[in-house]
């Protein structure tokens, strides 16, 4: 039997998935394929594919478990560039559950297709570097030595155009240059001539590190100021701690200055989002566990989250350990006490803290990980029409990706960059001072974009914008 939609032959009966958390039938049950999520989707706005789209690929699961579709390369292929958004959740009327679908269906391709060697060693290292901070650290090293000698190259050493935040400054216009520029597109014996897509993706998304970035350190715990309101976790994160550290600062400030004792435990370790949204589903528990066992013994309130794939990853927890006899029932208790720090600085009320005026016009870009998975939209924006001065700048296509989404900039690169510079240009059709985001791969994925635009603007949380205003600094 022929199924042209998947691009495969199969035998009925058979299905394309093993007893191994398959994708649920009730939950795939659930599209009634009325098409509402098409225009939401950014492959099917890209290429207008109907199994590039949720629809089409929810019905490829269904093919799958019926045995009318084997996992072949032409059915991987529509759930690798399937960027994971959620963008369909928001926009869907029947309420299907859209992340334990591509979660289930991308943990039974991690285990059962059969990737090229160079696929799986990239893959690879990404998984074992990423979630582990002190590896992370590491790997990083050479890019907080460039960032020494870019320093050095600077005519004030380094001082000029260099902010507290992430601007670019003049030593790092040179690493831009070796990315992106034309001569390493355009002559064939140049050396970036011989870097694969994924390669260029990673150097066009390297961070600006520094060796003060790679030793901070979030304090142990930071006493509320004013009356006592409640005690809060803090999660430090994996790439956020070492490559925007001025985020978990701002957020520690914030929270104190509203009235809250901030506990960072030191032995947190990675949440599991990355291996979450791969699929990489067992992987993804054992840092689930890990983290709530850390959590449970900070004994706080709630748990705040300044990166918007590890809170959504965190709320799921319920259901990613759900047939679990011994941590289900605490995993449940766990996301409930989960905050996105936009949402818990909204939830604490009206502010203690003074709000100073800052004269800035914002382009807030929604995370898809907060606006979608997580529900989070109006919080950000009202606690920076919170600021005196400030304005808040419309966007267009609000609910379309930037193309960060985990590590799919990285595995998927020329279709992250086509959406990258989507959303760039539609920023700047608005003329920000500066880019608010509330997710750290949503940062480096603009800051990218805006570099190949020629656009320098500040990349900045939210939470450190806040945090501005209230100590009065810019």
């Not at 009325?34 to 699961?61: A, H, Q």
């Not at 914030?254 to 699929?279: K, T, Y």
């Not at 689930?288 to 004994?299: G, L, M, S, V, Y």
Request: hydrophobic share 40%; proline share 7%; glycine share 8%.
């Amino acid at each position: 039997m022929i199924d042209e939609a998947a691009g495969t032959a199969s035998s009925p009966g058979s299905s394309a998935f093993d007893g191994h958390d398959p994708p649920d039938p009730a939950l795939i049950d659930k599209c009634v394929h009325c098409g509402f999520c098409l225009p939401s989707c950014p492959t099917y706005v890209l290429w207008g594919e109907e199994m590039d789209s949720p629809r089409g690929r929810i019905y490829l699961m269904k093919m799958g478990l019926d045995g009318r579709t084997a996992m072949t390369p032409a059915f991987v292929r529509h759930f690798d560039t399937c960027l994971g958004c959620m963008a369909c959740v928001t926009a869907c009327p029947s309420g299907v559950q859209y992340s334990p679908l591509i979660e289930a269906t991308r943990g039974q391709i991690d285990r059962r297709h059969p990737r090229s060697w160079a696929d799986r060693l990239f893959r690879a290292a990404i998984f074992s570097i990423f979630p582990y901070p002190r590896r992370l650290r590491i790997a990083l090293a050479p890019l907080a030595l460039w960032t020494s000698i870019s320093d050095r190259w600077s005519p004030v050493g380094g001082s000029s155009r260099r902010h507290e935040g992430n601007e670019e400054h003049e030593g790092d216009q040179k690493l831009r240059a070796l990315r992106g520029s034309s001569s390493l597109r355009d002559e064939p014996l140049h050396i970036g001539r011989q870097l694969t897509s994924r390669a260029r993706a990673m150097l066009a998304l390297a961070p600006r590190v520094t060796w003060k970035s790679l030793i901070a350190r979030v304090p142990a715990r930071t006493p509320a100021i004013g009356v006592r309101r409640m005690s809060v976790g803090l999660l430090a994160g994996c790439v956020q701690r070492l490559v925007f550290p001025n985020v978990n600062a701002a957020t520690v400030n914030v929270l104190s200055a509203e009235g809250c004792d901030v506990l960072a435990p030191r032995d947190q370790g990675c949440c599991g989002a990355l291996a979450l949204h791969a699929g990489r589903l067992d992987e993804a528990r054992r840092f689930a566990r890990k983290t709530i066992a850390t959590f449970e013994r900070a004994a706080v309130d709630v748990i705040a989250v300044n990166a918007a794939g590890c809170g959504s990853s965190m709320k799921e927890y319920g259901h990613l350990l759900a047939d679990d006899p011994r941590w289900s029932e605490r995993a449940r208790a766990f996301a409930a006490r989960v905050r996105d720090v936009n949402e818990l600085v909204a939830a604490l009320g009206p502010p203690v803290a003074p709000r100073h005026p800052i004269a800035l016009r914002v382009a807030y870009q929604d995370a898809c990980h907060l606006a979608h998975a997580q529900g989070v939209r109006q919080q950000p924006r009202d606690l920076l029409r919170s600021i005196p001065g400030l304005e808040l700048l419309p966007l267009a296509e609000a609910e379309i990706c930037c193309g960060s989404a985990g590590i799919y900039n990285l595995v998927e690169p020329e279709t992250a960059q086509q959406l990258g510079d989507r959303k760039i240009r539609l920023i700047d059709a608005v003329k920000p001072d500066v880019i608010a985001t509330a997710n750290p791969g949503c940062t480096l994925q603009l800051r990218a974009a805006a570099a190949r635009l020629g656009r320098e603007w500040a990349i900045r949380h939210p939470i450190e914008i806040l945090d501005d205003s209230i100590r009065g600094t810019r």
